[in-house]
């Protein structure tokens, strides 16, 4: 692993182009996807205690409709597709510590306008602005960050004589607490999963940890592998998101117990929102409705 902002990465293998179809659930089961909705931009909002940005999340609209309705001083209804995208990178421009150059090869804008539009939100969002200064101020002066869940990061260069490393570690220090935190809910939710899975799905108490596998889905060796036995079992983590192998049966209850765990993972200042997809194969996926009703299993 050894993401230095604590997010589920492996080392070894950085292959990002992934033929998704090629990977099916077994014969009567289903994949579920489960993905946290803007949860760097929420926790953000969490930190950084700005009202007006903390309302938008709030009334669970388009959140980005939102922000660049604010930022731009329009109504919703004004906003082009064009100017929810603008928003949307300038917004997660300054999450990630970008500057107005960055920006301004993003937009294709000039260093004068992508400096003013950064400009314009934080004024927009003054509490952005507070948060940035805050963790950077905090990681001078202990020489670490902290994540939600308390994970630190050193950042050494922060009290670097070299500008250019002084501002590489000032723009990880506030990328670190976001992104950190991030990975800290998934993992929190990834294990209170488990543990209700064990729970509804009938794991026993005094069995051997083959057996506690055994009872919620995880194969143990090939001889374990009965794809005909209904089980519910965590494929992947990518970033946000978590993806499931379900039985047919279990699928509306799997569903909601993941939705909920994820969503109810820590109390923010902000709600947590997570959409569901499923599908036979991973590169088909479709969005889950309120009231999840898999699709019949293939034939086999």
């Known amino acids: 692993m050894g993401d230095p ?3 589920v990465r492996p080392s070894s293998f950085m292959c990002k182009i992934i033929p998704r179809d090629f990977f099916m659930a077994a014969p009567g089961h289903i994949l579920i996807a489960a993905d946290y909705s803007q949860v760097e931009m929420r926790l953000m909002a969490h930190f950084s205690r700005d009202p007006g940005l903390q309302a938008l999340f709030k009334s669970g609209g388009d959140v980005f409709r939102g922000i660049a309705s604010r930022w731009r001083g329009v109504p919703e209804a004004a906003v082009t597709p064009e100017l929810r ?13 970008a500057g107005p150059n960055a920006l301004r090869q993003e937009l294709g804008v000039s260093y004068q306008e992508a400096e003013r539009m950064q400009r314009r939100f934080l004024e927009t969002y003054p509490g952005v602005q507070d948060f940035i200064r805050r963790a950077k101020a905090e990681c001078r002066a202990r020489g670490y960050v902290e994540t939600l869940l308390g994970h630190r990061r050193y950042l050494p260069d922060i009290r670097s004589d070299r500008p250019a490393d002084r501002s590489r570690a000032e723009r990880q220090a506030v990328n670190t607490v976001c992104q950190g935190s991030g990975a800290d ?3 929190l939710a990834m294990i209170n999963i488990h543990h209700k899975l064990r729970k509804v799905l009938h794991a026993h108490v005094g069995e051997s940890q083959h057996q506690r596998r055994r009872s919620i889905g995880f194969p ?3 001889s374990d592998w009965d794809p005909q036995k209904p089980r519910c079992r965590l494929l992947l983590t990518i970033h946000d998101e978590l993806i499931y192998e379900v039985g047919i049966g279990d699928v509306k209850e799997v569903a909601k117990i993941i939705k909920e765990c994820m969503e109810g993972a820590v109390q923010l200042d902000v709600p947590l929102t997570v959409s569901l ?10 969005d889950a409705p309120d009231t999840f009703l898999p699709p019949p299993p293939a034939a086999a």
């Not at 997809?277 to 479709?286: A, E, T, V």
């Open 277 to 286: 997809q499923y599908g036979r194969r991973w590169g088909s996926l479709r």
């Open 5 to 7: 902002t604590f997010r």
């Open 220 to 222: 143990v060796s090939a």
């Open 85 to 97: 995208k603008a928003c949307k990178q300038v917004a997660y421009g300054i999450l990630y510590g």
């Open 185 to 187: 809910l998934l993992k």
